[in-house]
């Protein structure tokens, strides 16, 4: 078996749009990785139903790494990603003392935030990351990591530098200070008597006090753990860029794909990230059909499927050749056919690993 | 049960197109926004994607957040959440130096980036501006406004923000906008809910759980479900003669049954008002648009549109 020189790194990450299979891609890779001998971990945000089932995990694996049975030298263990979760793990860990920990939890502030919210999701996967890889040196060899299924897909790349700069900025000690008194009301309005009261009550309508209150009271009950965060942010952030840590861009096939794959990679290179390669996905395959005749309106052809197919593979041959001529030789290029079904379990699963690896090798030696 | 919209789409002031990333949602607001300006209303389709795809679809150049022309009783604008935010500041602080120096403080673009549902709530408070006249001078009158959603997470996000906004900011101009946002969103007369997907596992399980959230959390269902990028049905005839000996029949065989087995698991949790589209050899532009629009005329879940 050809050894993987360029994906073999202790950190592979996986980037790209949503929908583009790079979960699938992760998980395939990984699964050829423990075949290669090496105790791999892939961790992941989104996996399917079958994906899941194919590598035989549940959701006991958002808690802990699970062993997938793999008859392979190395080993592989899956990982779920939970936002939600890893904050109040997260939060239990670090808080001093018991009451500090509840008032955060219950905080209506921090409930809101930790759901479903924009960002929130970028930003736990890399305290996750943290949690793992700083341990990970005695018990894995690569950890193959998934990134959330985000439209902006470098957000997650971003929120390390994203919370340290958040804590570096004033906001935060502004957001520190004690502005409330016990009644609830805005100290410095207090001692500015009419005046003060004109200025709450325009806070008020235009923001609303509650809202006010909440924030600082979480702001507050989180201070103690800042510090952590700032340090952890920064490792991660140099973990990221370090030549240990190699990214494989994921790219839908066809032309309107090109643009933000083009995107990524600019974007991954300039923040001074490693691009291990860009993989293009479910490539249709080319058929020796012609796609239109003459008088065909596209409508006609889309009631053949052997000409809507002949039509996808051109499409998508000139996707390829439009993006190698764009994206230049930099880093590899390659492509992976699309396939009727998905893996549903560990053979197929190593069966795509392999595939890519081979696809991997031809594409860096060429 | 009977899941046909409370009124057709055409009578309804919202209409909040769902559904996960690169299924087709900019399309399908733009079919919608096309057939609604053609049956009178006068309609604005509303993006919130930087890459202004939907300007594509319709055939007009990128604005920068300007609202468009794009037909008779058409109007297209590309929504920045922040530029909403930072509108509404600035009319409500009347000072033009105290307003800039409002928005350009760190603590208010940390708390604007960071408070829960304030981003979505821009989003649909300026829908209902557009709808209620108030988007200041120049902006045309509206009757439907058609938002092509963002693709983060689920639509359910999008639509709960106005209550939990409403929730915590009671009074002043953000309290009272979120508070009628909410009763807009939450009323099947004037707003509805249209989910596109691809017969995917992936995008499947995602409408599933929206539909699912949206009955927990707002207690109604998606009016109209689009399942977009259909292989035409395999034909028996092909499956007995040629079907073995050619790779691209095989392929399509296994690929439109892999896409009914899907459609079958929507079938099987309720029914849907669903409009099924097919896979067009067509790039991104008008000329799609009026394809799938055709495609999606004839067939009996149109009434879920236009009765």
Known sequence: ????????????????????????????????????????????????????????????????????????????????????????????????????????????????????????????????????????????????????????????????????????????????????????????????????????????????????????????????????????????????????TRFVLVSGPGEEAIPDTLFFARRLLQAGHHLAGIVVNRVHPRFDLPAAEGSRTAEETALDGRRLLAWLGERDERGLAALASLAGSRQPLLSVPLAADEPTDLPALAALGDLLAERFARASLG | MDNSPARPLAACQLIVVTGKGGVGKTAVSALLGAALAEAGRRTLVAEVDPRENLHQMLGVAPSGGEILRAGPRLWVQNLSPQRVIDELVSEQVKIGLVARRVLASPIYQQFTAGAPGLKEMAVLGQAFRLLSGRAGTGAPAIDTVILDAPATGHGVALLAAPALVAEVIRSGPIGRMSAAVAELVADPLRTAVVTVTLAEEMPVQEVLELAAALEEKLGRRPDLLVANGLFPPFPPALARDAAESDPAAVLWRRLRANQDRELGRLAATWSWSRIDLPLLPLARGPELVAALRRAAEGQAAWKAVRS
Request: aromatic share 8%; glycine share 10%.
């Open chain 1, 1 to 244: 078996m050809a050894a993987l020189v360029s994906t073999r790194e202790p950190l592979l990450v996986f980037v790209g749009s949503g929908g583009v299979g790079k979960t699938t891609l992760a998980a395939a890779t990984a699964v050829r990785a423990a075949r290669e001998g090496r105790r791999t971990l892939v961790m992941t945000f989104d996996p399917s139903l079958r994906l899941k089932d194919a590598l035989g995990v549940g959701e006991e694996a958002r808690d802990r790494e699970i062993p997938v049975p793999l008859e392979a030298p190395g080993t592989l263990h899956v990982s779920l990603l939970d936002a939600r979760r890893t904050f109040d793990r997260l939060i239990e860990r670090y808080s001093t003392d018991a009451a500090g920990r509840d008032r955060i939890l219950a905080n209506r502030f921090y409930q809101q935030l930790s759901g479903s919210l924009g960002g929130i999701l970028e930003y736990m996967a890399v305290e996750r990351l943290f949690e793992v890889a700083s341990g990970a040196g005695e018990r894995f060899d690569q950890i193959v990591l998934d990134t959330p299924p985000t439209r902006q897909a470098l957000d997650f790349l971003e929120a390390p530098a994203r919370i340290v700069g958040f804590l570096d900025s004033g906001a935060l000690r502004v957001a520190l200070k004690p502005w409330f008194d016990e009644a609830g009301h805005l100290k410095a309005t207090a001692r500015w008597g009419g005046l003060g009261r004109r200025v709450e009550s325009f806070l008020d309508e235009v923001v609303g006090l509650d809202l006010l209150r909440e924030m600082a009271e979480f702001f507050q009950a989180f201070a103690p753990l800042f510090t952590g965060f700032r340090e952890r942010a920064r490792e991660v952030e140099a973990l990221l860029i370090s030549s240990r």
